[in-house]
């Protein structure tokens, strides 16, 4: 049915203020489709987008929402059976597509896709290649899930025929289709940085995980490439899995780890870092930038050689590193204090391994400083046992951690069948290893903690971690500090 679609029909996005979802209904958009889409709220900076582009919202989710003319409804993964608008398209009996299968029907078979996966650092790689892309004159198109500060929001069509660079995510596609959505999007280039486990709420096992990333190993053809980070065993052992070109790449933590590209940081401060770069033993000129910590660094090289593949010449590529802003909710500067002694930031991490990841970047960034890690885990995942230990050794680099539970209906979300992450527990097992750990129940008492630790003499920041808006509680701090 989908391909049956032409420029001119509506289209009707269920969940349309997610930030891929209000992206995809964007690029439709300027493919000439008449988009509506509706959401139970819609709020900046995609509500932003929506209107930028045009596209009417409809709040809350209700039957009357649908079209009259709709030839086809897209909906989100987050949609499930229930929703009265779902139901209302199902006793309609009108065609349903899920958000991967509509981009890659409508967008990507006219384009060359560049798939960007792993459990970490697809946000900032995925903006990062775009970045290097467009700069160097190619007109590129994308699709992140975060916002590029750089690059004008979170996605732009690009001409046909030319690379399409889309973050591959490993969650599932609908409620429908519990396969992972980087499976759909027909890669010639798939770069796969990491794999660990994650999302315990769609897969039971790492296994299962690593089952998924296997498959998406043999999409690339032959005239394609598929890019591994060999400092993650799980994913350079895709290379067995291949059958096009495969080139790996390591940022090793210690003893040196064989890859086609090797880099290591060299030099890093509060402005940025440099790394030195080498392919099959050839050095590159050093690449700098405003970048901090290994994890970052790979995102930095995996960008830097893919775009070398695609045809980029290296001088473009160091430039385009150097110039590149990063982007939004990574690694963040919300505010700083008058005489600058307080820093509020805040950072999507809610995995072990990233938030371990950031603290390291956020000592590289701020040499010195006290970092007060604030952390709010949200997810299934994360607010269920399964990280335990993993947080406590993830956690222990911070000077001070605040804890805190999620606000309203996601107080008590976690895996079925398991226990709930034990905060008190955690903070017990931080206190054993000298860092000082506090659990606040709510947002004002976690705000009036932040607000004494901000009135010491040292210089401190603030690291706010969540996968969600955490109440508001960062843009509140900022305003505290900054008053």
């Known amino acids: 049915m989908i391909r049956g679609l032409q420029p001119g029909d509506r289209l009707h996005v269920l969940g349309v203020a997610g930030t891929a979802m209000a992206s995809l209904a964007g690029l439709l958009t300027r493919l000439g489709y008449r988009v509506s889409g509706s959401d139970q709220g819609a709020y900046p900076p995609m509500s932003t987008v929506l209107e930028r582009e045009g596209i009417e919202v409809r709040t809350p989710f209700a039957p009357w929402n649908l079209p009259g003319e709709c030839r086809a409804v897209v909906v989100g993964n987050a949609i499930s059976r229930g929703n009265p608008e779902l139901e209302a398209a199902l006793d309609r009996r009108l065609p349903l597509v899920s958000f991967p299968e509509t981009l890659r029907e409508l967008v990507l078979r006219q384009r060359a896709p560049v798939v960007v996966a792993g459990t970490h650092g697809k946000t900032t790689t995925t903006s990062l290649l775009a970045w290097i892309l467009r700069t160097s004159g190619l007109d590129a198109g994308f699709l992140t899930g975060g916002v590029a500060k750089g690059l004008g929001g979170s996605f732009a069509l690009g001409a046909a025929g030319q690379p399409f660079v889309v973050e591959g995510d490993e969650y599932d596609t609908a409620y429908w289709d519990k396969g992972p959505k980087f499976l759909h999007y027909l890669p010639e280039v798939a770069i796969v940085g990491n794999v660990e486990f994650d999302h315990a709420d769609i897969y039971p096992d790492f296994a299962a995980v690593r089952r998924q990333f296997s498959f998406l190993a043999r999409l690339p053809p032959r005239r394609g490439l598929l890019l591994l980070g060999a400092d993650s065993p799980p994913a350079g052992e895709l290379a067995e899995a291949a059958h096009t070109t495969v080139e790996t790449f390591s940022v090793p933590a210690g003893k040196a780890i064989a890859a086609d590209w090797v880099a290591a940081i060299q030099s ?25 910590g290994r994890a970052a660094a790979r995102n930095v090289l995996a960008a830097a050689a893919t775009a070398t593949w695609l045809g980029v010449e290296w001088e473009a590529i160091r430039e385009a590193v150097h110039e590149f802003s990063g982007v939004e909710r990574r690694l963040q500067q919300l505010a700083a204090s008058p005489d600058g002694r307080v820093l509020v930031v805040r950072d999507f991490a809610h995995h072990p391994t990233a938030v371990e990841a950031v603290l390291e970047a956020g000592a590289r960034r701020w040499p010195g400083a006290l970092l007060v890690a604030v952390f709010e885990p949200r997810s299934f995942t994360s607010r269920s046992a399964v990280f335990q230990d993993r947080f406590a050794a993830a956690l222990r680099s911070a000077d001070r951690v605040l804890l805190a539970s999620p606000a309203g209906e996601r107080r008590g979300r976690r895996l079925p069948g398991t226990a709930s992450l034990d905060l008190e527990r955690l903070a017990r097992d931080l206190a054993s290893e000298g860092v000082s750990a506090d659990v606040l129940g709510d947002h004002s008492a976690l705000l009036n903690r932040v607000g004494e630790l901000a009135g010491g003499d040292e210089k401190t920041v603030f690291l706010f971690l969540s996968n969600g808006q955490f109440g508001g509680v960062p843009e509140k701090a900022a305003t505290r500090i900054t008053a």
């Open 268 to 292: 890093s401060g509060p402005s940025g870092s440099r790394l030195g770069a080498a392919f099959r033993g050839v050095a590159r000129p050093f690449l700098e930038g405003r970048f901090w």
